[in-house]
C-alpha cells in the first residue's frame, strides 16, 4: 500500500513504525532521530484530525447518546485530576460518556509542536467542543469551565 503514495522503499521503516505508533498512549522511549519525529509528525496530525471530527460529528453518533444526555453525566475526579496534571486519560479510567468527551479534549496533552497548538487556537476547537454539550448539571457545567481554562492556558503557554 505504501507504494500507491511513494515509489521509493526507503522509507518504508519509518513509515510503517510511524503508523503503527500513531494511536499508543505514549510513543516507546527508545524511539529516536527520524522514526521519533515522523512518529510525533504522525500523531499530531491524528490527534488534529480528531478535533476536527469531535468539532463536526454528530454527537449521537460519537455516544450513542444525544448530547443533552452526556451533559447530565458527571465528571469522573480521576479524570478531572488528569486534566489538572496535564495528562492524556487511557480508555480503561473513563467511566461516563462525559469522561469520554473530556478524555478527546485531553488529547492537547499529547501534542508535540507549536504549530499544532496553533491550528488548535486558530480553530477555536478547545472552545467550541466543550460548547457543543449543553449542561444540564451545574457541576459538570462548573468542572467543564475549570477543564476549559486549564486547556485553554495550557495552550497558550505552549505557543508562547
Keep these: 500500500m505504501i507504494r500507491s503514495f511513494i515509489e521509493e522503499d526507503r522509507y518504508d521503516s519509518i ?6 505508533c500513531h494511536s499508543l498512549y505514549e510513543i516507546p522511549k527508545e524511539m529516536e532521530g527520524r522514526e521519533l519525529l515522523h512518529c510525533k ?24 447518546i ?3 444526555e452526556v451533559g447530565l453525566e458527571p465528571v469522573s475526579e480521576n479524570i478531572l485530576n ?3 496534571e496535564h495528562r492524556c486519560i487511557r ?37 467550541r467542543n466543550i460548547d457543543r454539550i449543553p449542561y444540564g448539571n451545574a457541576k459538570t457545567k462548573a468542572d467543564m469551565e ?15
Excluded: P
Design 15 to 20: 513509515i510503517r513504525t510511524a503508523i503503527a
Design 146 to 160: 475549570e477543564v476549559r481554562s486549564i486547556c485553554n492556558i495550557y495552550i497558550e503557554e505552549k505557543i508562547y
Design 41 to 64: 509528525i504522525i500523531r499530531d496530525a491524528d490527534k488534529l484530525d480528531n478535533f476536527r471530527v469531535k468539532d463536526t460529528e454528530n454527537t449521537e453518533a460519537i455516544f450513542g
Design 91 to 127: 480508555r480503561g479510567e473513563r467511566t461516563t460518556h462525559m469522561d469520554m468527551w473530556i478524555s478527546y479534549l485531553a488529547f492537547i496533552f499529547d501534542l508535540n509542536f507549536r504549530s499544532s497548538f496553533l491550528y488548535i487556537k486558530k480553530q477555536d476547537y478547545m472552545n
Design 82 to 84: 488528569a486534566v489538572r
Design 66 to 68: 444525544s448530547a443533552e
